[in-house]
Antibody
Framework: EVQLVESGGGLVQPGGSLRLSCAAS????????MSWVRQAPGKGLQWVSA????????FYPDSVKGRFTISRDNSKSTLSLQMNSLRAEDTAVYYC??????????????WGQGTVVTVSS | EIVLTQSPDFQSVTPKEKVTITCRAS??????LHWYQQKPDQSPKLLIK???QSISGVPSRFSGSGSGTDFTLTISSLEAEDAATYYC?????????FGGGTKVEIK
Protein backbone atom coordinates (compact mmCIF):
# COMPACT_ATOMS: atom_id res chain seq x y z
CA GLU A 1 0.00 0.00 0.00
CA VAL A 2 1.31 3.43 -0.94
CA GLN A 3 1.52 5.62 2.15
CA LEU A 4 2.82 9.05 3.10
CA VAL A 5 3.17 10.05 6.75
CA GLU A 6 4.07 13.62 7.68
CA SER A 7 5.56 14.75 10.96
CA GLY A 8 7.29 17.75 12.50
CA GLY A 9 4.48 20.28 12.71
CA GLY A 10 3.90 22.43 15.76
CA LEU A 11 3.70 25.91 17.23
CA VAL A 12 6.53 28.30 16.37
CA GLN A 13 7.06 32.02 16.90
CA PRO A 14 7.24 34.43 13.97
CA GLY A 15 10.76 34.43 12.57
CA GLY A 16 11.37 30.91 13.82
CA SER A 17 12.17 27.68 11.99
CA LEU A 18 10.60 24.26 11.65
CA ARG A 19 11.49 21.11 9.75
CA LEU A 20 8.79 18.84 8.35
CA SER A 21 9.33 15.26 7.28
CA CYS A 22 7.37 12.86 5.11
CA ALA A 23 8.01 9.12 5.30
CA ALA A 24 7.03 7.32 2.11
CA SER A 25 6.38 3.62 1.63
CA UNK A 26 4.88 1.21 -0.88
CA UNK A 27 6.48 2.60 -4.05
CA UNK A 28 9.88 3.27 -5.66
CA UNK A 29 10.46 6.67 -4.07
CA UNK A 30 13.41 7.61 -6.33
CA UNK A 31 11.26 7.56 -9.45
CA UNK A 32 8.60 10.06 -8.46
CA UNK A 33 8.34 13.79 -8.00
CA MET A 34 7.26 14.80 -4.51
CA SER A 35 5.65 18.03 -3.38
CA TRP A 36 4.48 19.94 -0.34
CA VAL A 37 1.04 21.54 -0.54
CA ARG A 38 -0.48 23.62 2.26
CA GLN A 39 -3.93 24.69 3.30
CA ALA A 40 -4.47 27.67 5.59
CA PRO A 41 -7.43 27.39 8.01
CA GLY A 42 -10.69 27.58 6.05
CA LYS A 43 -8.84 28.29 2.79
CA GLY A 44 -7.91 26.51 -0.43
CA LEU A 45 -4.84 24.57 -1.49
CA GLN A 46 -1.48 26.19 -2.23
CA TRP A 47 1.56 24.45 -3.71
CA VAL A 48 4.66 25.14 -1.60
CA SER A 49 7.53 23.23 -3.18
CA ALA A 50 8.44 20.24 -5.33
CA UNK A 51 11.42 18.00 -5.92
CA UNK A 52 11.44 16.05 -9.14
CA UNK A 53 12.40 12.38 -9.19
CA UNK A 54 15.44 10.60 -10.62
CA UNK A 55 18.02 13.05 -9.31
CA UNK A 56 16.13 16.14 -10.33
CA UNK A 57 15.74 19.63 -9.00
CA UNK A 58 13.80 21.66 -6.46
CA PHE A 59 11.14 24.24 -7.30
CA TYR A 60 9.33 26.90 -5.25
CA PRO A 61 6.71 29.60 -5.69
CA ASP A 62 7.84 33.17 -4.97
CA SER A 63 5.92 33.20 -1.67
CA VAL A 64 8.39 30.82 -0.01
CA LYS A 65 11.50 31.06 -2.21
CA GLY A 66 14.57 31.84 -0.10
CA ARG A 67 12.81 30.83 3.14
CA PHE A 68 11.87 27.19 2.50
CA THR A 69 14.14 24.37 1.34
CA ILE A 70 12.86 21.03 0.11
CA SER A 71 15.09 17.98 0.13
CA ARG A 72 14.79 14.26 -0.32
CA ASP A 73 16.74 11.25 0.95
CA ASN A 74 16.05 8.49 -1.56
CA SER A 75 17.92 5.92 0.54
CA LYS A 76 15.40 6.48 3.36
CA SER A 77 12.36 7.30 1.17
CA THR A 78 11.98 10.55 3.04
CA LEU A 79 10.98 14.05 1.93
CA SER A 80 11.77 17.08 4.08
CA LEU A 81 10.85 20.74 4.19
CA GLN A 82 13.06 23.16 6.12
CA MET A 83 11.06 26.30 6.86
CA ASN A 84 12.89 29.42 8.06
CA SER A 85 11.81 32.99 8.78
CA LEU A 86 8.28 31.80 9.38
CA ARG A 87 5.39 34.26 9.19
CA ALA A 88 1.84 34.19 10.49
CA GLU A 89 0.62 33.59 6.93
CA ASP A 90 2.56 30.30 6.83
CA THR A 91 0.08 28.88 9.34
CA ALA A 92 -1.54 25.90 7.62
CA VAL A 93 -1.88 22.16 7.33
CA TYR A 94 1.08 20.95 5.28
CA TYR A 95 0.53 17.94 3.05
CA CYS A 96 3.13 15.75 1.41
CA UNK A 97 2.01 14.60 -2.05
CA UNK A 98 3.30 12.07 -4.56
CA UNK A 99 3.33 12.95 -8.24
CA UNK A 100 2.19 10.61 -10.99
CA UNK A 101 5.64 10.68 -12.59
CA UNK A 102 9.22 11.81 -12.15
CA UNK A 103 8.76 15.32 -13.52
CA UNK A 104 7.29 18.13 -11.44
CA UNK A 105 4.55 18.68 -13.99
CA UNK A 106 2.13 15.97 -12.84
CA UNK A 107 -1.00 15.41 -10.80
CA UNK A 108 -0.78 14.62 -7.08
CA UNK A 109 -2.02 11.05 -6.86
CA UNK A 110 -1.37 10.27 -3.21
CA TRP A 111 -1.57 12.66 -0.24
CA GLY A 112 -0.49 12.27 3.36
CA GLN A 113 -2.74 13.07 6.30
CA GLY A 114 -1.08 16.44 6.86
CA THR A 115 0.81 18.08 9.72
CA VAL A 116 -0.29 21.35 11.33
CA VAL A 117 2.05 24.33 11.49
CA THR A 118 1.01 27.31 13.59
CA VAL A 119 3.08 30.50 13.54
CA SER A 120 2.12 32.70 16.46
CA SER A 121 3.63 34.57 19.37
CA GLU B 1 1.30 32.61 -12.99
CA ILE B 2 -1.61 30.60 -14.37
CA VAL B 3 -4.79 31.54 -12.53
CA LEU B 4 -7.58 28.96 -12.29
CA THR B 5 -11.11 30.29 -11.74
CA GLN B 6 -13.71 27.81 -10.56
CA SER B 7 -17.46 28.25 -10.68
CA PRO B 8 -19.69 28.14 -8.84
CA ASP B 9 -18.14 28.69 -5.41
CA PHE B 10 -21.00 26.79 -3.77
CA GLN B 11 -23.70 24.46 -4.95
CA SER B 12 -26.60 22.88 -3.02
CA VAL B 13 -27.81 19.81 -4.86
CA THR B 14 -30.46 17.11 -4.43
CA PRO B 15 -29.30 13.47 -4.52
CA LYS B 16 -29.39 11.91 -8.01
CA GLU B 17 -29.08 15.33 -9.60
CA LYS B 18 -26.30 16.05 -12.11
CA VAL B 19 -23.52 18.38 -10.92
CA THR B 20 -21.29 20.43 -13.21
CA ILE B 21 -18.27 22.37 -11.98
CA THR B 22 -16.19 24.49 -14.31
CA CYS B 23 -12.56 25.58 -14.15
CA ARG B 24 -11.20 28.28 -16.44
CA ALA B 25 -7.46 28.85 -16.90
CA SER B 26 -5.99 32.30 -17.53
CA UNK B 27 -3.97 30.85 -20.45
CA UNK B 28 -3.98 27.65 -22.45
CA UNK B 29 -2.78 24.64 -20.46
CA UNK B 30 -3.53 21.86 -22.92
CA UNK B 31 -4.86 18.93 -20.91
CA UNK B 32 -2.70 19.52 -17.82
CA LEU B 33 -5.69 19.93 -15.53
CA HIS B 34 -6.57 17.67 -12.61
CA TRP B 35 -9.51 17.44 -10.20
CA TYR B 36 -9.52 16.64 -6.48
CA GLN B 37 -12.19 15.97 -3.88
CA GLN B 38 -11.68 17.03 -0.27
CA LYS B 39 -14.15 15.99 2.41
CA PRO B 40 -14.18 17.79 5.79
CA ASP B 41 -11.11 17.01 7.90
CA GLN B 42 -9.65 14.77 5.20
CA SER B 43 -6.78 15.05 2.75
CA PRO B 44 -7.55 15.80 -0.91
CA LYS B 45 -8.13 12.82 -3.19
CA LEU B 46 -7.34 12.71 -6.91
CA LEU B 47 -10.51 12.18 -8.97
CA ILE B 48 -9.51 12.93 -12.57
CA LYS B 49 -6.09 13.55 -14.11
CA UNK B 50 -5.17 15.24 -17.39
CA UNK B 51 -8.65 16.66 -17.90
CA UNK B 52 -10.46 13.39 -18.60
CA GLN B 53 -8.40 10.39 -17.47
CA SER B 54 -10.17 8.29 -14.86
CA ILE B 55 -8.50 7.14 -11.66
CA SER B 56 -8.70 3.56 -10.41
CA GLY B 57 -11.17 3.24 -7.55
CA VAL B 58 -13.02 6.47 -8.29
CA PRO B 59 -16.74 5.91 -9.02
CA SER B 60 -17.69 6.13 -12.69
CA ARG B 61 -20.20 8.91 -11.98
CA PHE B 62 -17.22 11.30 -11.89
CA SER B 63 -15.96 12.45 -15.28
CA GLY B 64 -13.91 15.30 -16.69
CA SER B 65 -13.72 17.09 -20.01
CA GLY B 66 -12.14 20.07 -21.69
CA SER B 67 -8.82 21.33 -23.01
CA GLY B 68 -7.04 24.61 -23.50
CA THR B 69 -8.64 27.03 -21.04
CA ASP B 70 -12.06 25.56 -20.22
CA PHE B 71 -12.60 22.42 -18.19
CA THR B 72 -15.55 20.67 -16.56
CA LEU B 73 -15.98 18.14 -13.76
CA THR B 74 -19.29 16.30 -13.92
CA ILE B 75 -20.96 14.15 -11.29
CA SER B 76 -23.64 12.32 -13.26
CA SER B 77 -25.86 11.40 -10.33
CA LEU B 78 -24.99 12.93 -6.97
CA GLU B 79 -24.82 10.70 -3.92
CA ALA B 80 -24.80 11.78 -0.28
CA GLU B 81 -21.14 10.76 0.09
CA ASP B 82 -20.16 13.28 -2.60
CA ALA B 83 -20.61 16.22 -0.21
CA ALA B 84 -17.17 17.83 -0.39
CA THR B 85 -15.11 20.67 -1.79
CA TYR B 86 -13.74 20.12 -5.29
CA TYR B 87 -10.52 21.71 -6.56
CA CYS B 88 -8.93 21.93 -9.98
CA UNK B 89 -5.14 22.07 -10.34
CA UNK B 90 -2.88 22.83 -13.29
CA UNK B 91 0.53 21.25 -13.91
CA UNK B 92 1.28 23.02 -17.18
CA UNK B 93 3.61 25.60 -15.69
CA UNK B 94 5.26 26.78 -12.50
CA UNK B 95 4.11 27.79 -10.03
CA UNK B 96 1.64 24.92 -9.85
CA UNK B 97 -1.73 26.43 -8.99
CA PHE B 98 -5.17 25.43 -7.75
CA GLY B 99 -8.62 26.81 -8.28
CA GLY B 100 -10.40 28.37 -5.32
CA GLY B 101 -12.65 25.37 -4.78
CA THR B 102 -16.32 24.54 -5.20
CA LYS B 103 -18.23 23.37 -2.16
CA VAL B 104 -21.02 20.88 -2.93
CA GLU B 105 -23.71 20.50 -0.30
CA ILE B 106 -26.44 17.88 -0.26
CA LYS B 107 -29.96 19.31 0.02
Amino acid sequence: EVQLVESGGGLVQPGGSLRLSCAASGFNFDNYAMSWVRQAPGKGLQWVSAFSGRGGSAFYPDSVKGRFTISRDNSKSTLSLQMNSLRAEDTAVYYCAKGTGSATYHAFEIWGQGTVVTVSS
Amino acid sequence: EIVLTQSPDFQSVTPKEKVTITCRASQSIGSSLHWYQQKPDQSPKLLIKYASQSISGVPSRFSGSGSGTDFTLTISSLEAEDAATYYCHQSSGLPLTFGGGTKVEIK
